[in-house]
């Protein structure tokens, strides 16, 4: 199989995915993906969604900036039904970088700003009725802690495989993950005033509560069994769902796989972490489900550690020990065995930008199957905003402006800076790229 994308119709790129002996559902009717996606009493207006991609473009008090605005109207003029706001601090220690976006009592006028924006510019552009569904995703960074500019990890419990030994970790006791329960509860409401959706209680990518569901090795109420590993996150839903009822929609976007060796990984073969077992998140999304949770976004991997398992990479930080089309079956696949499994929530999958103008064929026919109820694009949306207008009022892709997979968005992110697209919107991130490169 060829490394790198190089297909110049959807007939070679299913054939190559037939020689390899798997298998990926193809649609030509893109009319699916124009269909609602109804949860409960409110309406995703298509089964198009833009994942929580983090710009690191807010102010340092954690408001969104120029940048960060700009960002979002883009998005917002592209049409996607459902726009999955970026990783949100609830409380400072817990930010990625010192950029990233905070939620409290001071920022929440910024915030109204922000989600005005996302309405208003939906509806100037897409009519007064047409309203995205708004999801905001509230995370603690955890062992990614970097506040100040500087790693200040705080760990749910120490792992072989991502500690290094220039850092020092503390390990979060069980008073402050309690605390840090009511602080998540704070943000909600915060949103809910706002007027957002839905929040999302971010378990994925080795942050805070992705590492807690693995912490097989920690002593106390929220490590070694499965009902204290899931412990933090389910007593988040509880606690909302009781201050807040059904004003606000729960979400969650989810690793099921983490590609660490067990019993430092969640969701892995306990004998070969290259294979995933979902036992246990498919029994946690039963459990969200029960609670209420409509929507789950699943993702897998660690984008600090394995990059190439979530985002499937052309050129990256290193080589990838697997084709990227290998990533992308296994994304698919891994929503699909889970939409199978827990049918009454609704699947977002992940996986389509590296598919570049493909995505949308593969994303109808993932829907038309049953595999997933909505496609979820990322890097895509750096480097195509307008991507779901394209497809439903245009019925393709343009490879012109597809994302290419090479990777500068998370080298920008690594770097320190504020990140974007340097291809596709070169005039404003190919002078931060060259920046902080040179």
Not at 137 to 149: A, D, I, N, V, W
Not at 413 to 429: E, K, L, S
Request: net charge neutral.
């Amino acid at each position: 199989m060829k490394m790198k994308f190089n297909y110049e119709s959807i007939t070679d790129l299913l054939d190559e995915i037939n020689s390899a002996g798997f298998e990926l559902p193809v649609s030509y009717d893109l009319k699916i993906l124009e269909q609602p996606v109804h949860l409960g009493g409110k309406t995703i207006p298509n089964a198009l969604s833009i994942h929580p991609m983090e710009g690191c473009d807010g102010t340092k008090d954690g408001k969104p900036d120029k940048l960060t605005y700009r960002r979002y109207e883009r998005m917002a003029r592209g049409g996607a039904g459902l726009i999955w706001i970026e990783a949100t601090a609830i409380v400072p220690e817990g930010r990625a970088n010192p950029r990233q976006l905070f939620l409290c009592r001071q920022n929440v006028e910024a915030f109204s700003r922000l989600y005005d924006l996302i309405i208003s510019t939906s509806q100037e552009e897409f009519g007064s009725d047409y309203r995205p569904y708004t999801v905001l995703q509230l995370t603690h960074s955890g062992r990614y802690s970097k506040p100040e500019g500087k790693p200040a990890p705080i760990i749910a419990a120490e792992n072989p495989y991502l500690d290094k030994s220039s850092l020092h970790y503390r390990i979060i006791t069980d008073d402050e993950l309690k605390q840090l329960e009511d602080r998540f509860v704070e943000a909600a409401v915060l949103a809910q005033k706002i007027g957002f959706d839905a929040v999302d209680i971010k378990s994925c990518h080795r942050y805070l509560i992705s590492e807690l569901l693995s912490a097989h090795t920690r002593n106390g109420e929220y490590g070694g069994s499965f009902e204290n590993r899931t412990r933090f996150l389910l007593n988040i839903v509880d606690k909302i769902k009781t201050r807040l009822g059904d004003s606000i929609d729960i979400a969650v976007r989810l690793n099921a796989y983490d590609a660490i060796p067990y019993p430092y990984g969640w969701g892995v073969d306990a004998e070969d972490d290259s294979k995933p077992d979902l036992a246990e998140p498919i029994k946690l999304v039963e459990l969200l489900k029960e609670k209420g949770v409509k929507l789950i976004n699943i993702t897998c991997g660690n984008p600090y550690y394995n990059p190439h398992i979530g985002r499937p990479f052309d050129t990256g930080g290193y080589s990838s020990p697997e084709h990227p089309l290998m990533g992308v079956l296994r994304l698919l696949q891994t929503a699909r065995d889970i939409q199978k499994s827990v049918p009454e929530v609704s699947i977002i999958a992940t996986g389509f930008s590296w598919l570049r103008e493909f995505a949308a064929l593969i994303a109808a026919g993932g829907i038309e199957a049953g595999w997933f109820r909505i496609a979820g694009f990322g890097r895509q949306a750096f480097a195509y905003p307008d991507f779901p207008k394209d497809i439903l009022l245009h019925g393709a892709m343009e490879r012109r402006k597809c994302c290419i997979a090479c990777s500068k968005c998370t080298e920008i992110m690594r770097r320190g800076g504020t990140t974007g697209c340097v291809i596709r919107d070169r005039g404003v991130y190919a002078p931060i790229y060259k920046s902080i490169t040179t």
